[in-house]
């Protein structure tokens, strides 16, 4: 093996080295955020704030925005028998409604998400059931 | 009928890939060169059969045949011609025949041309080419049929319709234009295992392997910029990128490939990094397929979601496969590739190359370990976790700027090795420029900010380098000519490869001046009644009114914002509108917002509107603005990328015509 790629293979390899280190699955990794069901959600203990992200679908009539400031919403997200409550402020995206599917991260604590991102899944899927039938 | 006609078609080029199969099998044991021409042309009867199954959906989609679950699902009568066609490609099933249909026509041209002339790789490339050909007609035939009825029990009165977003130009040339990429890998997987495995890794090979390179890469850079270019413009969140899994799996296979178009070329050069070569041509396919299992399994929460359950392990078995196939034969014939030169000095053309190599590489590490990673962390200890865009950007951007620095450093590199007094001659120029630079950049922005001045320095070193490179060309050419225009031309057009390659490095260095208004952006949300007005970012931005007005398929709020800048004059007017779309249907649920925005848009910066909700009963607009600077240099850097790159591949004397 001559020189150049010893030195080569060195570097790469720590950098990858480092790029693990950071990537540590401890708590209080600023880069790294844990992603849990609503399920998992509801059974931790919430009374310390934790960030996470977390996936579900919006319950229907559970949408209530703020009448004298529009950006400011709470809703709850569900799954099976599970909700859970998420507070918003800002720009909510367009397919943000009853059962859409979200994904919320931000800050959990005393059951209440604090949501600094909110995502709704759109765009590529648009199939769902066919609107214009009629039986025969 | 034709619908018939297209199902037929389907079932009968998955019959036909069984018998190439056979042929091939009997061809391996008699070695009677017979079976090997009959299931040449079993596969070409299979693209031609894949072809027409393509036409006939696209027929039913046009017509509007709502007896067609995947036709009524994303046409209706509404849907403008031109969506009609795109709807072949916007969902599952439909994406998956033209994703055939595309492969259909690469095979049809590599094994008409670029076989003709390597018989060898003929029986194995034809091996590999029927069992990827197996596999996707597998999912069209049962899987995801497109050709799949509605159940018997309903008749389809109208069809859903296209989602409003993908109805825009962009995203009509986006997903072809990224897929002529993505498949075009298949091919130099194909051809780098065949040549692998029959052991002729000739002249012949590393060229016409290159110049399929060369296109796969133009239509992956395009087809990436196009979805920046998408995103920025219709989805509303002011960005181009996102890190997002789907992103980042059309991210990978670019950075291997390129770093295969820069390896390569030693090998075409001085014969040498044959083994590493082969694994880079055929990784870029591998992660394509990898790509693919991400998006479509669902198994990464991400915001493009193609999820479809069933589509998961099947793309893992063959992913399995595949890897496991290309691992054997590269073990098998690891002697065959053992180079008896060296690399030896740290300042040669070669040692920039692997430098270059090494970046990539380490780039794609990163993105893939960060895609991977909820996966892994999943398999590790039972947690799904995720990393977020602070990771990626963390690690990337140092790395990126160490590569700005690289295109900039490549060319003053001599092959072999660089004496200590010319390296010191190259360097100095464009060093003293790049310092300049800095030093004038901080006069006007500040120090503070550490990436945003080494990315100028960066800019400013790469751009002088490669001038430099054309200058002295230009000065060669001119010796011989006279005239500024002749000599001009002939500089350009006498070494196509390399001035293609250093247009492509200005693209890039274009993309980093983009890249350098990120670190600047700033945006707010406020709302505002007509007649109120707000100042933000040194501009005053006055709402003037908010007009509503029914449309042929949608209902649109639209709002009437001036701006105006420090010295009181009228900068521009934004138009940026809240649409409903299915307005007219009486359940709301059905009914679906969108926002349309209105970029004012400068070489210096954008002014980027967004309409994001209406309340009627106090006639009050909410807003979101946000200023993004240079933002167009990314989409320059990007068309000069794909103008350099087909610079490079047009052939520059008749007889490269042959060689694709």
């Known amino acids: ?136 | 009928m034709i619908s018939q006609i297209g199902s037929l078609a389907l079932s009968i080029s998955g019959g036909l890939i069984l018998s190439t199969f056979f042929f091939l099998f009997y061809y391996s044991i008699k070695k009677n060169k017979i079976f090997l021409d009959v299931s040449e042309r079993g596969l070409i009867a299979v693209c031609f059969c894949v072809i027409l199954a393509t036409l006939c959906l696209l027929n039913e989609l046009l017509i509007s045949n709502f007896n067609l679950q995947y036709v009524s699902q994303y046409t209706s009568y509404e849907t403008p011609l031109f969506f009609k066609v795109t709807a072949l490609w916007a969902g599952q099933a439909g994406s998956l025949l033209f994703w055939t249909f595309i492969m259909s026509i690469y095979s049809l041209i590599y094994i008409n041309v670029s076989l003709r002339k390597m018989h060898e790789l003929k029986f194995w490339s034809y091996i590999m080419l029927s069992f990827i050909f197996g596999f996707f007609l597998l999912l069209s035939n049962f899987v995801a049929n497109p050709f799949e009825p509605v159940s018997s029990d309903i008749i389809v009165q109208n069809g859903n319709g296209l989602n409003p977003l993908l109805q825009n130009v962009t995203m009509a040339i986006h997903p072809p234009t990224l897929y002529l990429g993505f498949i075009g890998t298949t091919i130099l997987f194909v051809m780098a295992l065949s040549a692998l495995i029959s052991k002729s890794l000739t002249f012949e090979w590393i060229q016409s392997i290159r110049r399929w390179s060369l296109i796969v890469w133009t239509f992956l850079s395009a087809g990436i910029i196009l979805g920046g270019y998408w995103a920025y413009n219709e989805l509303g969140w002011g960005g181009y990128w996102a890190w997002d899994p789907v992103e980042n799996s059309s991210l990978m296979p670019w950075l291997i490939l390129t770093a295969f178009i820069h390896s390569s070329m030693i090998q075409e050069k001085r014969g040498m990094l044959k083994s590493w070569n082969i694994l880079l041509a055929a990784s870029t396919f591998l992660l394509v397929i990898l790509g693919t299992f991400i998006t479509r399994s669902g198994i990464v929460s991400s915001v493009h979601s193609f999820t479809a359950e069933n589509l998961g392990p099947l793309f893992l078995g063959f992913l399995t496969s595949l890897i496991l196939f290309t691992v054997y034969w590269f073990f098998k014939r690891l002697d065959l590739l053992k180079s008896d030169k060296k690399i030896d000095s740290f300042s040669s053309r070669e040692g920039g190359f692997l430098y270059n190599n090494l970046i990539l590489l380490l780039m794609c590490f990163i993105v893939l370990w960060g895609t991977l990673f909820p996966i892994l962390s999943e398999a590790w200890n039972g947690e799904k976790i995720y990393v977020g865009a602070t990771y990626f950007n963390q690690l990337n951007v140092p790395i990126g700027l160490v590569l700005l620095f690289l295109m900039g450093i490549g060319p003053l590199l001599s092959w072999r090795t660089t004496s200590n007094s010319k390296l010191l001659s190259n360097f100095k120029i464009p060093m003293v420029v790049s310092f300049v630079s800095g030093v004038i950049y901080s006069l006007f922005f500040g120090p503070f900010q550490l990436y945003p001045l080494v990315t100028c320095m960066g800019i400013a070193f790469t751009g002088t380098s490669i001038s430099n490179e054309f200058r002295k060309s230009y000065m060669k050419s001119k010796s011989k000519d006279k005239s500024i225009a002749s000599a001009f031309t002939s500089m350009m057009l006498n070494n196509r490869h390399k001035n293609g390659g250093y247009i492509v490095h200005i693209g890039i260095t274009l993309l980093f001046v983009g890249f350098i208004g990120r670190a600047f952006e700033v945006e707010k949300e406020f709302n505002l009644s007509p007649g109120e007005e707000i100042y933000f970012a040194n501009y005053i931005f006055k709402l003037n009114s908010i007009k509503s007005e029914a449309r042929d398929n949608h209902y649109a709020f639209i709002s009437d914002m001036d701006v105006i800048d420090q010295s009181n004059n009228l900068l521009t007017s934004l138009y940026p509108e809240k649409r409903i779309y299915f307005y007219w249907n009486p359940d709301p649920e059905k009914r679906q917002p969108h926002s349309e925005l209105d970029i004012y848009s400068t070489m210096r910066k954008d002014i980027y509107s967004i309409f994001s909700a209406y309340d009627a009963e106090k006639n009050q607009g909410y807003f979101k603005i946000m200023i993004n600077p240079l933002v167009n240099w990314v989409w320059i850097g990007g068309i000069v990328m794909v103008i350099g790159s087909l610079f490079a591949f047009w052939p520059s004397k008749r007889r490269d015509y042959g060689v694709i």
């Open chain 1, 1 to 136: 093996m001559n020189r150049i790629y010893t030195s080569l293979i060195l570097v790469f390899a720590l950098i990858v080295i480092w790029t693990i280190y950071l990537t540590n699955l401890r708590q209080d990794n600023s880069l790294t955020v844990r992603y849990y069901t609503i399920e998992e959600l509801v059974s931790i203990d919430s009374s310390i704030s934790t960030s996470v992200k977390v996936g579900g679908l919006i319950k229907p009539n559970s949408i209530s925005i703020n009448n004298d400031d529009q950006l400011e919403v709470s809703f709850y997200v569900y799954q099976g028998n599970d909700s859970l409550r998420v507070y918003y402020y800002g720009i909510r995206p367009d397919l943000f409604k009853d059962d859409a599917e979200v994904v919320v991260a931000g800050s959990f604590n005393d059951n209440l998400i604090v949501a600094t991102e909110l995502q709704t899944k759109c765009a590529s899927r648009y199939e769902g059931d066919l609107k214009n039938i009629e039986k025969i």
